[in-house]
């Protein structure tokens, strides 16, 4: 017996949303989101019971995010956050690093950038991940570790510059 659809939304809404959130702006993010659960929606009937369904709403919101960015512009893959909050006066530190963390996240390659949001916003295997990105698992691996030693960089850079303002 299948888990109620609803039961489904709760449970893994938020990590839907993540990975839309990392690969769009907020606006097309939260329309990846509703298309990824209205296809998911329509598909759930047929979705075996033993299927993992976590990595199968990740497809689904890989998928609406490519269609999202074919349907807009191509730059959008370098505008995925809203624009920032005027200067950074009076924004908590959790809420500047997290900012400052999506920002480096944004400059990563693509594929990258894909390969980190679906490792650890959507708790895929890399296994998983080939399958999503068409690609190797060994290729998943790799643009990992290159995301991750590019993401630290970026963020010791940050820092460099931060400390000499």
């Given at each position: 017996?299948?888990i109620?659809?609803?039961r489904?939304?709760?449970?893994?809404?938020l990590?839907?949303?993540?990975v839309?959130?990392?690969l769009?702006?907020e606006?097309?993010?939260?329309?990846?989101?509703?298309?990824?659960?209205?296809?998911?929606?329509?598909a759930?009937p047929?979705?075996?019971?033993?299927?993992?369904?976590?990595?199968?709403?990740?497809?689904?919101a890989?998928?609406?995010?490519?269609?999202?960015?074919?349907?807009?512009?191509?730059?959008?893959?370098?505008?995925m956050?809203?624009?920032?909050?005027?200067?950074?006066?009076?924004?908590?530190?959790?809420?500047?690093?997290?900012?400052?963390?999506?920002?480096?996240l944004?400059?990563?390659p693509?594929?990258?950038?894909?390969?980190?949001?679906?490792?650890?916003?959507?708790?895929?295997?890399?296994?998983q991940i080939?399958?999503?990105?068409?690609g190797?698992e060994?290729?998943?691996?790799?643009?990992?570790?290159?995301?991750?030693?590019?993401?630290?960089?970026?963020?010791?850079?940050?820092q460099?510059?931060?400390?000499?303002?």
């Amino acid at each position: 017996m299948q888990i109620p659809f609803e039961r489904i939304v709760q449970d893994h809404g938020l990590t839907v949303l993540r990975v839309c959130r990392a690969l769009l702006d907020e606006h097309r993010a939260q329309d990846a989101w509703s298309e990824t659960f209205l296809s998911a929606l329509k598909a759930y009937p047929d979705l075996p019971e033993d299927a993992n369904v976590q990595a199968w709403l990740v497809t689904i919101a890989h998928r609406k995010a490519i269609d999202e960015l074919r349907k807009n512009h191509p730059e959008v893959l370098t505008e995925m956050l809203p624009e920032a909050e005027a200067g950074r006066a009076g924004l908590p530190e959790a809420r500047i690093m997290d900012r400052e963390l999506w920002q480096a996240l944004n400059a990563l390659p693509p594929k990258q950038r894909f390969v980190l949001a679906y490792r650890y916003l959507g708790g895929l295997s890399y296994a998983q991940i080939a399958q999503v990105l068409s690609g190797s698992e060994a290729a998943a691996r790799r643009a990992g570790s290159d995301g991750i030693k590019n993401l630290r960089a970026q963020w010791k850079h940050a820092q460099m510059l931060e400390e000499l303002s």
